[in-house]
């Protein structure tokens, strides 16, 4: 079987202003980053064209360790609309280098299910990140600044600094280190550390900002900490917003590539999902809208994390209205659910997959409760027994719910033919509109809760004194009727890695509350989420390599 790269590499990829045309973008509105890759202005945006248009939004079950291929099924869905004649653009997030490095290799779809040039878009592309990264870590040095000068000092206790550094790297430890060591010329030693680039701050508020002076107004916004004399500090007293925002003149505008297949996609932004919104920019969704019919975007990790920040955080922001809802399901990840061991995953176990089908009934009905329509997009592997796929298609049947067996990785749009049609469909004919889970007006812990019970299916909620410290000083700084983005494991519906399936009457307990007022939204914090991951025993790095005429192997 073929390596995702090895595909790659025989694909016959178009120049980028071919992509364009297709897109009705002339040549001379694209800034040029080689033959293949292309930024888009943000005046090509037709906010008319946006609200006519049709959204389609795809997620997952709770996934395996692996993931269950949201970003491949967008990629071969979108290929599929295109070959039954729908005008189609997918919208993706940009990957981190880290998780590129380190457990799962490249992130650009895979098979023949790929957006291209998979080497540039998983490495460097076209420097996005970096330019967050340098923006994050100006603000931290500005910051150490201010506290070591005597002139123009703001007083900042140092002690209430929450402003880490960030790197686009899994390296465990730099996660918590002492800055100011040397002596009295090399600042004022304190303890802080470093975050991976996608949990930076910056990336999720570029990821909500509606255009430069707007991301500007937005960046001034970031809480910092406290002066001696207890007054908060924001990014725009350090005058720190202007200098950030032209360091992200360019990171701003969304990057045009194509499919495998050489359909259009627009790529930008990537902050994660379980400590931010996991979705790419509001900028690039408008993008996609304003030039096709349809587009299909993804949300990260399960439809609890991901989807529901989609629509509570970046829809409530930007007025985006999905038509429906794919969900990606797959036969290992629901014996993963039923118990089975992950190294046994690939062995046919229909009893197992019987028992996890409550993670899937439960994000069924998470979908329903948002009022929108939805498709159950069944991603087949090779190693799927009939048996074990027609369990899946009955209970969803049972549910009344729409579903088709996909296979994007081994046929590309051809795989998702089906699928394509029955979303079409479900597009064209849905009658509902979306709603959101909460009023951003209710209390800080009415929304909370109403996420925790409704989405998660917890029993009750706890805060520990800290958190109960934090909600405090969230309601004094007046930032209470900002949207809530609860970061939880990935791995369970609730705030327990180890409860899979679908858990019922579990406690989440909220143990911080952490303040995101540049990007608008607060974080109450649930069970240990790694915001600096680090490598595995045997990390992908291992694996890539480059030969004496550049060409890279190992990208998976």
């Known amino acids: 079987m073929k390596s995702d790269i090895d595909i790659a590499k025989e694909a016959k990829l178009k120049h980028i202003s071919e992509i364009a045309e297709q897109i009705n973008i002339p040549l001379d509105e694209l800034k040029m980053y080689g033959k293949y890759i292309a930024k888009l202005p943000l005046s090509l945006i037709d906010n008319e064209k946006v609200k006519k248009n049709n959204l389609i939004l795809v997620s997952a079950i709770s996934p395996t360790p692996a993931g269950e291929g949201k970003t491949t099924m967008s990629i071969g869905l979108t290929q599929g609309l295109n070959k039954i004649g729908k005008k189609t653009i997918v919208v993706l997030r940009e990957p981190s280098l880290g998780p590129v490095f380190g457990v799962k290799g490249g992130a650009t779809g895979g098979g023949f299910s790929q957006v291209l040039p998979m080497e540039d878009i998983n490495l460097h592309f076209t420097g996005d990140f970096s330019a967050i990264e340098k923006a994050h870590n100006l603000l931290a040095a500005l910051i150490d600044n201010n506290i070591q000068n005597k002139k123009n000092n703001l007083g900042i ?9 960030v790197m686009d790297m899994n390296d465990r430890s730099i996660r918590k280190i002492i800055v100011g060591l040397g002596g ?8 802080t550390g470093f975050d991976i680039t996608a949990a930076s701050e910056v990336m999720a508020t570029l990821c909500l900002a509606e255009n430069l002076q707007n991301l500007k107004e937005k960046l001034g916004n970031i809480f910092i900490g406290y002066t001696f004399d207890k007054k908060p500090v924001y ?22 590539v194509q499919t495998i297949e050489g359909t259009p996609a627009i790529i930008h932004g990537g902050p994660f999902a379980n400590i931010a919104q996991g979705t790419n920019s509001v900028i690039a969704t408008r993008m996609g809208l304003s030039h096709s019919d349809y587009v299909v975007t993804e949300a990260g990790f399960g439809f609890d994390l991901g989807a529901e920040k989609f629509f509570d955080i970046k829809c409530g922001y930007s007025g985006l209205s999905p038509k429906a809802v794919v969900l990606v399901a797959t036969v290992r990840a629901l014996k993963y659910h039923g118990g089975a061991d992950l190294k046994d995953l690939k062995t046919p176990n229909p009893e197992a997959l019987r028992k996890g089908l409550g993670n899937l009934e ?10 929108i329509c939805s498709v159950i997009a069944i991603n087949k592997f090779v190693t799927d027994t009939d ?12 549910m009344g719910m729409y579903s088709a067996v996909a296979n994007v990785w081994g046929e590309g749009g051809n795989g998702a033919v089906k699928l394509a049609e029955i979303v079409a469909g479900v597009v064209e004919s849905c009658q509902f509109h979306y709603k959101p889970m909460y009023d951003w007006n209710w209390s800080v812990e009415k929304k909370i809760e109403t996420i925790a019970k409704k989405i998660y299916g917890a029993e009750a909620i706890d805060y520990t004194s800290k958190a109960k410290a934090d909600l405090k000083r969230v309601y004094d700084l007046g930032l209470d009727k900002l949207p809530v983005c609860i970061a939880k494991t990935q791995k369970s519906l609730s705030d327990n890695p180890d409860l899979l399936g679908r858990p019922k009457d579990f406690v989440v307990t909220v143990r911080e509350i952490e303040i995101a007022s540049g990007a608008g939204f607060i974080i109450p914090i649930t069970g240990e989420i790694m915001r600096m991951p680090g490598l595995p025993e045997n990390p992908a790095a291992e694996k890539i390599d480059i030969d ?7 990208l998976f």
Do not use: Y
Not at 389 to 397: A, F, L, N
């Open 184 to 191: 009295k010329t090399s600042g004022i030693p304190r303890e």
């Open 387 to 398: 048996e074990e796929i027609d369990i899946i298609r009955q209970k969803c049947k049972e």
């Open 548 to 554: 004496e005429n550049g060409n890279i192997s190992g």
């Open 235 to 256: 990014a725009r007293d350090l005058k720190a917003h202007g200098a950030m925002a032209a360091l992200l003149k360019d990171a701003i505008l969304p990057n045009l």
């Open 362 to 371: 439960k994000h069924i009905e998470n979908i329903k409760q948002f009022n």
């Open 157 to 165: 206790d140092p002690r209430t600094v929450s402003w880490k550094r």
